[in-house]
């Protein structure tokens, strides 16, 4: 832990008064609401849900991400996921290193498992961050476990990932992340997940922008269900 910073009134070579300055911390994050649907010949109806949130400091970045699709069509559910992801890093002060812990829990009544738990550490590394561009990579080890699917296995996996963001103008932000868990008994047997938004800002004053959104999550030993499950949405979004 690192200590508060103390800046201290000297008169005559002793302190005579304190004041502990804390270190800054800063929240922000978003919610997005996306719903869609059709009645007549067919009845469909989509609905996701989305929120986020970034805490930082001096010292720690921490950042979470909850999201949540539902599909039907004629009644007949299609989709029902839910996904969390949460990253703590540590920054060595000017250092382009950090250090990461980064966890995610996946429930999908559509794969093979009922749940997925996952987690890694390792090493963050800033690559350049400007007003307009920020890259940011990082590699790790960490384990993987399935709940409710055909395999009890826990395997040992590498952790591989790469941030990029742009502000394109003063309304427009892209953003593209990719992460490979490759597992180091056979790298062949991996999981990518691949995610890039595109952000209109649509109302300045109260904050809300249009998103554009694209996730593919591939598996390669989906056992039985499709390798890739390719996501798009166009979401409503309101951060505060």
Same mark, same amino acid.
């Given at each position: 832990?690192?200590?508060?910073?103390?800046?201290?009134k000297?008169?005559?070579?002793?302190?005579v008064?304190?004041?502990?300055?804390?270190?800054?911390? $800063?929240?922000?994050?978003?919610?997005?609401?996306? *719903?869609?649907?059709?009645?007549?010949?067919?009845?469909?109806?989509?609905?996701?849900?989305?929120?986020?949130?970034?805490?930082?400091?001096?010292?720690?970045?921490?950042?979470?991400?909850?999201?949540?699709?539902?599909?039907?069509?004629?009644?007949?559910?299609?989709?029902?996921? *839910?996904?969390?992801?949460?990253?703590?890093?540590?920054?060595?002060?000017?250092?382009?290193?950090?250090?990461? @812990?980064?966890?995610?829990?996946?429930?999908?009544?559509?794969?093979?498992?009922? %749940?997925?738990?996952?987690?890694?550490?390792?090493?963050?590394?800033?690559?350049?961050? %400007?007003?307009? %561009?920020?890259?940011?990579?990082?590699?790790?080890?960490?384990?993987?476990?399935?709940?409710g699917?055909? %395999?009890?296995?826990?395997?040992?996996?590498?952790?591989?990932g *790469?941030?990029?963001?742009?502000?394109?103008?003063?309304?427009?932000?892209?953003?593209?992340?990719?992460?490979?868990?490759?597992?180091?008994?056979?790298?062949?047997? $991996?999981?990518?997940?691949?995610?890039?938004?595109?952000?209109?800002?649509?109302?300045?004053?109260?904050? @809300?922008?249009? =998103?554009?959104?694209?996730?593919?999550?591939?598996?390669?030993?989906?056992?039985?269900? =499709?390798?890739?499950? @390719?996501?798009?949405?166009?979401?409503? @979004?309101?951060?505060?």
């Open positions: 832990m690192v200590p508060d910073a103390v800046v201290g000297i008169e005559d070579g002793v302190v008064e304190e004041t502990v300055l804390e270190p800054a911390v $800063c929240w922000e994050g978003s919610f997005e609401l996306g *719903l869609n649907g059709s009645s007549g010949n067919s009845e469909i109806f989509n609905f996701r849900f989305g929120v986020d949130g970034k805490r930082k400091s001096d010292f720690t970045e921490l950042t979470l991400d909850l999201d949540y699709k539902q599909d039907s069509k004629d009644s007949i559910q299609t989709a029902n996921r *839910l996904f969390f992801d949460g990253r703590n890093e540590w920054l060595l002060g000017a250092s382009p290193w950090s250090i990461f @812990l980064h966890g995610t829990a996946e429930y999908d009544e559509f794969q093979s498992f009922d %749940t997925r738990l996952a987690s890694d550490a390792g090493f963050g590394y800033q690559f350049f961050k %400007t007003d307009i %561009t920020d890259m940011k990579g990082r590699i790790g080890a960490g384990l993987s476990h399935e709940i699917g055909p %395999t009890s296995d826990t395997p040992i996996e590498a952790s591989f *790469l941030d990029y963001s742009r502000k394109i103008s003063a309304k427009q932000k892209f953003s593209a992340s990719v992460n490979y868990f490759p597992e180091f008994a056979d790298f062949m047997n $991996c999981r990518v997940i691949s995610k890039a938004d595109w952000e209109l800002l649509i109302d300045e004053l109260s904050n @809300l922008s249009l =998103k554009i959104g694209v996730v593919d999550r591939y598996d390669s030993t989906p056992n039985g269900a =499709k390798h890739n499950d @390719l996501d798009y949405a166009v979401t409503i @979004l309101w951060k505060f």
